[in-house]
Every structure is written in structure tokens, then in C-alpha cells.
């Protein structure tokens, strides 16, 4: 019933704005919040996983064409591609991902999800909006409604997508893959955001150039012989020699990566054995490598087999039983802001926010896939900024006790629905009249 009364709140007519005037675009989104929180209780109270947004997608299918989109759905997964045709111009795409995340959520509100779903290894697990994709979604759609009603104020084609599985770094790859630069206007400019968890609401937060990280995700199997844990010399210990490895891979950023060339290799897991006194003959490690730079991140990888390969050699292991370094297709580039455009981005969000809520950031080694979109033979220039969504009392109370707040991720992470969205949909929408000017 829920989801029905939200259709019918939707599909009401679009606000009127009379030829030749141009109206205020706080006076829009003021009129569209509303129904645009109750819009992202209900995503947030319905999340999917990755690879099965199939009913999120569906929904804002359904509101890009109520404010007047060409919509075509399944573009990649359940990807979806909006298109707003208003005369001769530039082309802007704005992105928004829609996936959760298996969390259960545990911030109490009264639209806290309670949704189950299985994952791909069929395991019931919970599921949440612990990455504010629902906060994406909400100012996505208000930034469409809202262009729809001003297009007397600029000229182009507005390009609007919303992309799978991000969280699993596959669905910008998808929905290149599925033809996204050949069969829809190739964008000039591609812009997106992200909720922060310690901005302010009110506020943005912008990086300029490199903004987020390669990150590859690699599996070590280090294969051994097992045998009885008082016998040792008749085995070949694979749990010596992955402690080796561990500790080994500690000096390529500290000695092999020049200095301030930001590097990451994180040992997340170690897993083998089952017995105290058995030696087992098998010992996995799971990593995550982090950098900016495409030669940085070959350094990386190069340098985790060579390690692997030469202590296991050097322990004596047969060809046989060398370890297998394998590098994840779940991978993501390093995310980099051009900076011209990035420049013209700030200027115009500071004229509609006020300088003061513009906040510049420090990148992060964090990973987004939006960064495919810039990667391709057209080289899009990217603009990729950060959503303040936090009460200013809360940020400030926690920096003056040096406390952080929940991350995302965290099943405590909790977006203050408004004024979030509104920021949001300013931000995406002053950036868009910018870059889609009247000549």
C-alpha cells in the first residue's frame, strides 16, 4: 500500500512555470521535499542488493518519466537511462547508484529497514542503505523534476542514469559494456555525489584532481603439506611461510613506493588450519591494494606475486605447491576530478549554497566506480563531490570529545533527510545550469 500511495504522489502533474519566466530553484525544491523525503523513507525502508535492484530501479524509472524523461530500463543489469532533450547544447550526465549492503541496520528510525534477501552464496542475510545510495536517489530524482521545470533556463540534453552494483565496483563497467556512449548522447561533463558521514548538512564538500583510489581486491592461496604438529619436518608448513608473506608485504609502500606517492596494502584476513596440532596444507590471505596512479597500482600487484613466489621458493616449496596470487575482477580506478570543470562546479554550487558551505576535501583511499565513466576513449571530464548530511551539533560535538561518527558502512549510519536532499538537489541542480548555459 505504501509503495501504491507513493506511485499516485508522484504521477501528479508537474508544477507549471510560465513561458518566459524563469523560476526560483529553491521555490521548486521546496515544493518537491515533501514528497521527495517520503520518496527516500520508502527506498530506504526497501533496499536490494547488488545485481538485483530490480524494484528500485522500477521506482525511479517511474518518476523519470513523470517529469518528462525518455527512459529506457535494463541497460546493464538492471541499469536505467533517462534522456532530456531541450535543443542544441552540451550534454550532462548525472549518475546515481542504487544498490545496499548486507548490514543490519541498528539506527532505531521508524523507516529502518527490515528487509532479508539472499546473496549470491544463498545465505539469508540483512540488508540496508548503510551507504546513503537512498540519499543518492532521492536528490537524483528531485535534481530531474526540478531541470524538467526549468528548462527554459538552459539548452542541451540532460543524460541521467541509474547505475547497479557499486558497492561491488561491476555496474558502471555494465552499463559501458551495454552500450551507454553509443546508444545514448555522449555526455560532455559527468557529475556525481556521495553521501558524507562527517559533513555537515547544509554543506559540500569538493576535491579537486585525484579524489578516490584504485582499489584491487587479491586472494593469496599459500598450499603447503600437511602433516602431524609434532612431526613438522616431514611437511612443508603453509602457515610459517603465510605469516612470512604477511610481514613481507609490509615493505613495498614503506620501500619500494617513493615517498608521499600515496600507497595501500592492507592483510584483511588470514584463515587456515583446523586443530592445534595439525599442520595444514593450505593457508588463505585476502588483500586490499590501494593507490592513485595506474603505474603505482601495477607496483602493487607485481610486487605481491613476487613476494609470494620468491618466499615460497625460498622455503623449499615444490613448483607444485607455489602460492596463487588472484587479482579480482572486483576492481575499481582511481577516481580524479578535472579540475577545470571541477573549478566551475564549486563556483557555481558556492553562488547557490554560499561559499562558506563549500568545503574543500582531502581525497580519500576509498573506492568508487563512478570513476569508469571518465576511463573510456572519450575521456568525460569528472566532477565527484561529497553530501554533508549530519547535524552540526552532532559534528561538532564529536570533534571537541575526538570522536567519530558512524561511518558508512556502519548499520548506525543515519542521513538527516532534510535538509540533506534539499542541499543535494542545489548542488546537482546549480551545477547543471552551469554547464548547460543558454548561448
Known amino acids: 500500500m505504501r509503495f501504491r500511495s507513493l506511485l499516485a504522489l508522484t504521477l501528479l502533474p508537474l508544477i507549471a512555470v510560465p513561458k518566459g519566466r524563469s523560476a526560483d530553484p529553491e521555490a521548486l525544491v521546496a515544493a518537491e521535499l515533501p514528497s521527495l523525503v517520503t520518496f527516500y523513507e520508502d527506498l530506504h525502508a526497501h533496499p536490494e542488493l547488488s545485481l538485483r535492484e530490480e524494484l528500485t530501479a522500477a521506482k525511479l524509472a517511474t518518476e523519470l518519466k513523470s517529469a518528462g524523461f525518455e527512459v529506457t530500463e535494463k541497460v546493464g543489469g538492471f541499469g536505467l537511462v533517462g534522456v532530456l532533450r531541450n535543443g542544441d547544447g552540451p550534454v550532462l550526465l548525472l549518475r546515481t547508484d542504487m544498490d545496499a549492503l548486507p548490514v543490519k541496520e541498528l539506527t532505531g528510525l521508524s523507516y529502518a529497514s527490515q528487509v532479508k534477501a539472499k546473496d549470491d552464496q544463498g545465505r539469508e542475510v540483512p540488508v540496508m542503505h548503510a551507504c546513503g545510495h537512498d540519499m543518492h536517489m532521492a536528490c537524483f530524482i528531485g535534481t530531474a523534476r526540478v531541470l524538467a521545470k526549468l528548462k527554459e533556463s538552459w539548452r542541451g540534453t540532460l543524460v541521467m542514469i541509474g547505475q547497479p552494483a557499486e558497492e561491488r565496483v561491476l555496474g558502471a563497467r ?53 602433516s602431524h604438529g609434532s612431526m613438522p619436518h616431514l611437511g612443508k608448513d603453509p602457515v610459517v611461510l603465510a605469516s612470512q608473506i604477511v610481514l613481507a608485504l609490509q615493505s613495498i609502500v614503506s620501500r619500494e613506493v617513493k615517498p608521499g606517492d600515496p600507497a595501500v596494502v592492507t592483510v584483511g584476513s588470514i584463515h587456515g588450519g583446523t586443530k592445534h596440532n595439525i599442520i595444514p596444507d593450505e593457508v588463505r590471505l585476502q588483500l586490499t591494494l590501494r593507490s592513485y596512479k595506474a603505474e603505482t597500482r601495477q607496483h602493487l600487484i607485481d610486487s605481491v606475486e613476487r613476494i609470494t613466489r620468491n618466499l615460497a621458493e625460498a622455503s623449499g616449496m615444490p613448483e607444485e605447491k607455489m602460492p596463487e596470487v588472484i587479482v579480482s575482477d572486483e576492481r575499481a580506478p582511481s577516481l580524479y576530478n578535472e579540475p577545470a570543470l571541477t573549478q566551475r562546479v564549486r563556483r557555481a554550487v558556492e553562488n547557490r549554497l554560499g561559499a562558506n558551505n563549500v568545503i574543500t576535501r582531502d581525497p580519500t583511499m576509498g573506492a568508487e566506480d563512478f570513476a569508469e565513466y571518465g576511463l573510456t576513449k572519450e575521456k568525460i571530464p569528472l566532477c565527484f563531490f561529497w553530501l554533508g548530511t549530519q547535524r552540526l551539533q552532532v559534528v561538532t560535538e564529536a570533534a571537541e570529545k575526538g570522536e567519530t561518527l558512524p561511518s558508512l558502512h556502519s548499520p548506525f549510519f543515519r542521513p538527516v533527510p532534510e535538509p540533506t536532499i534539499k542541499t543535494g538537489i542545489l548542488a546537482l541542480t546549480s551545477a547543471a545550469l552551469e554547464l548547460l548555459q543558454r548561448p
Open 174 to 226: 555494465m552499463m559501458l559494456k551495454a552500450g551507454l556512449f553509443e546508444r545514448f548522447p555522449k555526455p560532455d561533463h559527468a557529475i556525481g555525489l556521495h553521501c558524507s558521514s562527517d559533513l555537515p548538512h547544509g554543506t559540500v564538500g569538493m576535491i579537486q584532481g585525484f579524489a578516490l583510489a584504485n582499489v584491487d581486491t587479491v586472494d593469496i592461496v599459500v598450499k603447503g603439506v600437511g
